[in-house]
């Protein structure tokens, strides 16, 4: 054989594992790669590459905020750090954030090095922006070489691909074949890729003309849009239908421990995601910043974040990821201690207590909202509640078992307390928070 005839079967053979191989089977085999969620599911999850774009990406959340629909936005990282406020925003409306690499570049053009930069820079980026790293990553054409489900899984994504591509990006679509096309694949656990950036001229603002067509044909389909996390039972593709029976289970338990220990809702919060059970005060005194003093026998309030309430939020695909959780809990307490200030003022709490307190695993925020953060006594008791806190975090948490695992943020049980006196002055109307009282108050007037 030929020296050049050598060359040549050996590019061929280079080329067959490096590129084809990895290529076919990242495509259409099993394995690794999520292409779609568990068909049990009644819903759908809508993806969208090539954002953030300042153009379209703002009328796509625009939509989908109208629609009460909740979506996965593959990003390039180059775009994240020229247009990071997009990316807050849309992780701060309830969407996710995926990795869609740093350059967009296919991977038959990227050796193996450049390969695992392209994910590991676009992540970099969207930790940066979002506080985050990406649960998801998709390679840009759906391209693979031998090492790009490696850097993914380096970097702790999973390879996302779809089940429908209604070819939003090609300019021979018009928003009706878009629609039609993605509604074709609108199948219960579907995957559907759209893009808010790129393409041919024009194909961004014809995804989004198609945009209501999609989710009213979803609708009619008695399909919800959600994010992938959700889809994917917030476990991957694992048995997302044990988890959720799981927490169903859990959450019959929550409810009639609400009735066992009568929990109480404060009227003018408007909802139940966080309640009260009156106890009086046992244990040793108490004193506080502004010189309160809580002795035994004095009533307080314990507070309990409902579950039940925090799994109604997911199915109606609000606060998927992380960040999203986090602002949609923070909103959540800010409306209940703003209730509460009210029902103190016009003597509608039903015990005179002089605090109200908890115990959890996430207190380092309840500082900035008025709590004085306080160690937990040591006993047997103390760390079976720990255990538990930690077991229910990876129950309904977003990334819950990841952030147990990764142990960079240590998950200490502390108390946190807030007088009633300081928590009047600081959410009642004439206080610095006193929006969330006036806030309340209108919601309930009639």
Known sequence: MSP????????????????????????????????????????????????PDPRSTPRVMAVLERYGARATFFVVGRRVLAHPELVREAVKAGHEVGNHGHRHKHAWTLGPWATGREVRQAGDAIRMTTGRPPSFFRPPWGGFNL????????????????????????????????????????????IIDLHDGGGAPGAPERTVAALPLILEGLAERGLRAVTLSELLGG???????????????????????????RLWAVPAAGDETVRIRFERHRGEPVAFDDGTRIDPGDWVGELHLSSVAVDRGRSAGTGRSELAATFDTARRLRRFL?????????????????????????????????????????????????????????????????????????????????????????????????????????????
């Open 4 to 51: 050049a005839w050598t060359w040549t079967l050996g590019l061929l053979g280079a080329g067959l594992l490096y590129l084809l191989i990895p290529h076919v089977s990242g495509r259409h085999l099993p394995g690794r790669v999520v292409r779609r969620g568990p068909e049990a599911a009644k819903a759908v999850a809508l993806t969208f590459d090539d954002g």
């Open 147 to 190: 090492f790009t489900t490696a850097a993914a899984h380096r970097e702790r994504a999973t390879v996302v691909l779809w089940s429908a591509a209604p070819r939003d990006w090609d300019g021979r679509q018009d928003p009706e074949a878009i629609a039609r096309e993605a509604l074709e694949g609108a199948r219960p656990g579907a």
């Open 235 to 261: 476990k991957g593709e694992g048995s997302p239908l044990g988890w959720r029976v799981l927490r169903r289970a859990w959450n019959v338990w929550e409810r009639l421990f609400a009735r066992l220990f």
């Open 338 to 446: 703003g209730g509460l200030a009210v029902e103190l003022e016009r003597g509608g709490v039903p015990y005179p207590i002089r605090a109200v307190y908890g115990r959890t695993l996430l207190w380092r925020g309840a500082r900035r909202m008025g709590f004085e953060v306080r160690d937990v006594p040591r006993s047997l008791g103390n760390r079976w509640l720990q255990a538990y806190m930690r077991w229910l975090m990876v129950l309904y948490h977003p990334r819950g078992g990841e952030r147990l695992k990764d142990g960079s943020e240590p998950l200490e049980m502390k108390e946190i307390w807030f007088p009633t006196a300081a928590l009047r002055m600081r959410y009642g109307p004439g206080g610095g928070d006193g929006r969330e009282a006036v806030a309340t108050r209108e919601r309930r007037s009639p």
